[in-house]
């Protein structure tokens, strides 16, 4: 998608191609997504609901498929 493709460009036009680099894109988006996740749910539901569902998401076989995502150019 083009949102996944611009956020990968900059650090890797900024720090250079590596797969390092491209790794750290998609971990970023997911852990940016589970601060989000919690605060949210602590702001809806508290702070012990906002504490499961962020471990939940960090364990969640999806979620950690697609943190590991990258899709080169080579």
């Known amino acids: 998608t083009d949102l996944f493709a611009w ?23 997911s852990v940016v997504g589970i601060l989000a996740v919690a605060l949210l749910a602590r702001r809806l539901a508290g702070s012990l609901s ?14 950690v498929l697609w943190s590991r995502n990258v899709v080169t150019p080579y």
Request: proline share 8%.
């Open 50 to 63: 906002a504490l499961v569902l962020a471990a939940l998401l960090a364990v969640h076989p999806w979620a």
């Open 7 to 29: 956020m990968m460009a900059l650090p890797l036009r900024l720090f250079g191609e590596s797969i390092a680099i491209a790794r750290s894109v998609p971990v970023a988006a």
